[in-house]
C-alpha cells in the first residue's frame, strides 16, 4: 500500500527521523493561511509548495487545465509540481503560495511517471525551506534474492535512481542487513564513509540512518526512498521528501493504517479486483489475460507479447478458480476499453480443467464478451474440458499448447484490425 509524501512523513516524525515543518492542505485558501501562520509568523521566508500525488518526478512535472488541457501559468511561468517560493520570487510569501495551491488543485500534474495522462491534485503540501548543502539517495528495501533486508545509498541525490544505475552504477552503494541482528553500527559507519561523510555530517548521518531502519522494520515497509536526503549547511541530515510502502501482509498489524490508503490514487480496476482477492494490475495493453500462479501469467503476458499483442493487465485468479472468481475477472477484464482479445491459460493441478471449463461457461452467462476469447486448459481433466467448450457452442477458441495459444492470439488480433 503506497501513501502520501505529508503522510510519511508523519509517520517518520514518529520515529524522531528529522524532516522538516510542514502542513498538508485540500484548499488554496487554506494554503495562504497555512503559510501565514504557521511560516511567516515565525520568520520563515522560503517554503515549497508540493503536490501531492501517488507518483514521482513532481519537481519536474508540470501542470496542466484538468478540462482544457491548457497549460496553468503562475508569475509568468508553468507551473509544476514543486514550487519554491523564496523573497527574490515574492515579497508575500502567503499570496503567493495561494495563488500556486490555487493553479495546482483540481488540475492534472504530469510527470515521467504518470504519462500523458496525469494525476489530478487533490492535495498540497507547504514545507518549510532548507538551507542544502547537498542531496543524496537513500532506500531501504527486501532483497528477495538474498532474503535480507538492502539498504541503498548515492551521492547523486535528487535523480530516479534507475537513472543512476544505468550511467553511474558505480556510485550507489549496497548493504545487505541480517534480519536478526539488525542495522550495525559499523555498517552505518561504512554507508557514511562511503558518502565521503566526515566530522558533524557523518555523526548526523549515522543517527538518521539508524533511526530510519528502526521506522522502516517497525512500520512493515517494503520499501522506504528518501530521495533527495540532504544535508544541511550545519551538517544535519534531513528527509527532504519520503516515499514509503506498506507490506500489504502485514497490514493487520496496523489497523490505524488502513485511514492512510488514498483509493483515488489508484487504478479503479484494481480496487475492484482487490474486492474479490483477484491479483489484478492494470496495464496499457490489448489483450486481457486471466491465469492461475504468478509465474503462469508472467509467462503468458510474455507469449502475448512475441504474438505481436500487448498484454492488457497481470491477472492472477489463483488456484481456486471458481465460477465467482472467473466471473468477477472477466468483468473486470472487459470494463478496460482498450482489451480486444482475451486469453484464458489455466493449468489444473489444484483445480481440474472440467470444472474450470464449466465455470467459464456459467461466467459468461453473467457477463457479456464481445471480444475474441482464446482458452488453453492443460492439466488435470485437460481433454474433457476442451470437449465442453467445443460443444457449448461460444465461439471459443480453444488451444492446446502454449505455441497454439500464441498464434490464436496473433489470427484474433489481426481480424479486428
Known amino acids: 500500500?503506497?501513501?502520501?509524501?505529508?503522510?510519511?512523513?508523519?509517520?517518520?516524525?514518529?520515529?524522531?527521523?528529522?524532516?522538516?515543518?510542514?502542513?498538508?492542505?485540500?484548499?488554496?485558501?487554506?494554503?495562504?493561511?497555512?503559510?501565514?501562520?504557521?511560516?511567516?509568523?515565525?520568520?520563515?521566508?522560503?517554503?515549497?509548495?508540493?503536490?501531492?500525488?501517488?507518483?514521482?518526478?513532481?519537481?519536474?512535472?508540470?501542470?496542466?487545465?484538468?478540462?482544457?488541457?491548457?497549460?496553468?501559468?503562475?508569475?509568468?511561468?508553468?507551473?509544476?509540481?514543486?514550487?519554491?517560493?523564496?523573497?527574490?520570487?515574492?515579497?508575500?510569501?502567503?499570496?503567493?503560495?495561494?495563488?500556486?495551491?490555487?493553479?495546482?488543485?483540481?488540475?492534472?500534474l504530469v510527470t515521467i511517471q504518470t504519462g500523458e495522462a496525469g494525476k489530478i491534485v487533490k492535495r498540497v503540501l507547504i514545507e518549510e525551506g532548507c538551507d542544502i548543502a547537498h542531496e543524496y539517495y537513500c532506500s531501504i528495501l527486501l532483497d528477495r534474492q538474498v532474503g535480507k533486508n538492502l539498504i541503498m545509498v548515492s551521492t547523486e541525490g535528487g535523480m530516479d535512481i534507475e537513472e543512476v544505475a544505468e550511467h553511474s552504477p558505480e556510485k550507489i552503494l549496497k548493504i545487505h542487513i541480517d534480519p536478526l541482528l539488525g542495522l550495525q553500527g559499523y555498517q552505518a559507519r561504512q554507508l557514511a564513509f562511503g558518502l565521503g561523510l566526515k566530522d558533524k555530517g557523518l555523526k548526523s548521518f549515522v543517527s538518521f540512518i539508524q533511526k530510519l531502519y528502526t521506522a522502516y522494520e517497525q512500520m512493515d515497509c517494503s520499501m522506504l526512498e528518501i530521495n533527495p536526503l540532504v544535508e544541511t549547511g550545519s551538517g544535519d541530515f534531513i528527509a527532504l521528501d519520503a516515499k514509503l510502502n506498506f507490506d500489504d501482509n502485514a497490514l493487520f498489524r496496523h489497523p490505524d493504517y488502513a485511514a492512510l490508503r488514498d483509493i483515488e490514487e489508484e487504478d479503479p480496476l484494481e480496487v475492484e479486483a482487490g474486492k474479490f482477492d483477484l491479483n489484478y494490475i492494470k496495464?496499457?495493453?490489448?489483450?486481457?489475460?486471466?491465469?492461475?500462479?504468478?509465474?503462469?501469467?508472467?509467462?503468458?503476458?510474455?507469449?502475448?507479447?512475441?504474438?505481436?499483442?500487448?498484454?492488457?493487465?497481470?491477472?492472477?485468479?489463483?488456484?481456486?478458480?471458481?465460477?465467482?472468481?472467473?466471473?468477477?475477472?472477466?468483468?473486470?477484464?472487459?470494463?478496460?476499453?482498450?482489451?480486444?482479445?482475451?486469453?484464458?491459460?489455466?493449468?489444473?493441478?489444484?483445480?481440474?480443467?472440467?470444472?474450470?471449463?464449466?465455470?467459464?461457461?456459467?461466467?459468461?452467462?453473467?457477463?457479456?464478451?464481445?471480444?475474441?476469447?482464446?482458452?488453453?486448459?492443460?492439466?488435470?481433466?485437460?481433454?474433457?474440458?476442451?470437449?465442453?467448450?467445443?460443444?457449448?457452442?461460444?465461439?471459443?477458441?480453444?488451444?492446446a499448447t502454449l505455441q497454439d495459444a500464441a498464434d490464436k492470439v496473433t489470427e484474433a488480433l489481426a481480424v479486428r484490425q
Not at 501562520?37 to 508540493?50: E, I, L, P
Not at 514543486?82 to 515574492?90: C, D, L, N, Q, Y
Not at 503476458?301 to 498484454?311: K, R, T, Y
Open 1 to 108: 500500500m503506497n501513501i502520501h509524501e505529508y503522510q510519511a512523513k508523519e509517520l517518520l516524525k514518529s520515529f524522531n527521523v528529522p524532516v522538516l515543518r510542514s502542513r498538508a492542505v485540500f484548499s488554496a485558501e487554506d494554503a495562504g493561511a497555512v503559510t501565514h501562520s504557521d511560516f511567516a509568523q515565525h520568520g520563515v521566508k522560503v517554503v515549497v509548495v508540493k503536490a501531492q500525488i501517488h507518483a514521482g518526478g513532481r519537481g519536474k512535472g508540470t501542470v496542466h487545465d484538468a478540462t482544457t488541457n491548457e497549460p496553468i501559468m503562475v508569475g509568468g511561468s508553468q507551473l509544476r509540481g514543486v514550487t519554491v517560493i523564496h523573497p527574490g520570487m515574492s515579497s508575500n510569501i502567503a499570496d503567493t503560495a495561494y495563488n500556486v495551491a490555487k493553479g495546482l488543485l483540481g488540475n492534472r
Open 283 to 399: 496495464l496499457d495493453g490489448n489483450v486481457g489475460c486471466m491465469v492461475n500462479g504468478a509465474g503462469l501469467a508472467m509467462g503468458t503476458m510474455d507469449i502475448i507479447q512475441l504474438a505481436g499483442g500487448e498484454p492488457a493487465n497481470f491477472l492472477d485468479v489463483g488456484g481456486g478458480a471458481n465460477v465467482e472468481r472467473i466471473a468477477n475477472a472477466f468483468r473486470i477484464m472487459m470494463s478496460d476499453p482498450h482489451v480486444e482479445a482475451v486469453l484464458i491459460n489455466i493449468f489444473g493441478g489444484i483445480v481440474r480443467c472440467d470444472r474450470v471449463a464449466n465455470g467459464i461457461l456459467k461466467a459468461l452467462e453473467q457477463v457479456k464478451v464481445d471480444v475474441p476469447v482464446i482458452v488453453r486448459l492443460d492439466g488435470t481433466n485437460a481433454e474433457e474440458a476442451r470437449d465442453i467448450l467445443q460443444a457449448s457452442g461460444l465461439n471459443f477458441l480453444v488451444a
